[in-house]
């Protein structure tokens, strides 16, 4: 099973909604990354969590709050978000950090602020 | 991580050998050379990846120069569905994986 399954598939929210994005893998991987990406644009990394701790935040916005509850699920919650903020949202995961590892990508949540 | 320069987009007959490549002149010696694709409305594909020797899967094949500062991903035979956007992403024992702006690879009849 080389799969990380992301739900939901599609999400319309309003600006002063809470939602949460969900990201689940059973490979046993212990790094898992969230990634947003623009129209024609290259995903770009949002956090990193390692072994179930947050190993990265580039600096994203505290309106996009992660959370690991364990080794299987990262979830992404999100709260007064603004319309630029809509985008296909990753999450990936891989055996561990560090070269050798490839990392499995989900198919996305496609949210749109509104 | 070292960076990436790939060409902007590339056409590609049916049936013929895709070949993309990719410069990484900064790579460090502990550096690997991945390869992920994605098509439209996807999540990226990894590929294949390698550190110095060429390498080849059910995919593709990865040749890497003896230097390390380029490769090139080969598709031997490409069809329409291979239609995508290519990133060569170079990775060192860090948690980021970071992609750079790829290559739309657009496969014709």
């Known amino acids: 099973d080389t799969e990380v399954t992301q739900t939901p598939k599609h999400l319309v929210m309003g600006m002063t909604n809470k939602k949460s994005l969900k990201c689940e893998q059973h490979?046993?991987?212990?790094?898992m990354y969230w990634y947003k990406q623009k129209a024609k644009k290259p995903p770009e990394l949002m956090f990193v969590?390692?072994?179930?701790?947050?190993?990265i935040n580039e600096s994203v916005p505290s309106r996009f709050s992660p959370e690991c509850p364990n080794s299987s699920l990262l979830n992404l919650h999100l709260h007064a978000l603004q319309p630029e903020d809509s985008a296909l949202y990753l999450c990936?995961?891989?055996?561990?950090?560090?070269?050798?590892?490839?990392?499995?990508f989900g198919q996305g949540t496609r949210l749109t602020v509104v | 991580d070292a960076k990436t320069t790939q060409p902007t987009s590339m056409d590609c007959a049916e049936g013929r050998a895709a070949n993309l490549p990719c410069n990484h002149s900064?790579?460090?010696?502990?550096?690997?050379v991945y390869w992920y694709r994605q098509i439209h409305s996807q999540g990226p594909q990894y590929i294949i990846h390698?550190?110095?020797n060429n390498e080849t899967n059910e995919m593709a094949s990865l040749i890497i120069t003896e230097d390390r500062k380029s490769s090139t991903l080969i598709l031997p035979h490409a069809t329409l569905r291979d239609t995508a956007v290519y990133y060569c992403?170079?990775?060192?024992?860090?948690?980021?994986?970071?992609f750079g702006t790829g290559t739309r690879l657009q496969v014709f009849p």
């Open positions: 990936a995961s891989s055996h561990n950090r560090g070269a050798r590892t490839e990392a499995f």
């Open positions: 490979m046993g991987h212990r790094a």
């Open positions: 969590y390692s072994y179930e701790k947050l190993s």
């Open positions: 900064t790579i460090s010696g502990n550096e690997y």
């Open positions: 390698g550190l110095k």
């Open positions: 992403i170079v990775r060192g024992f860090t948690d980021k994986l970071i």
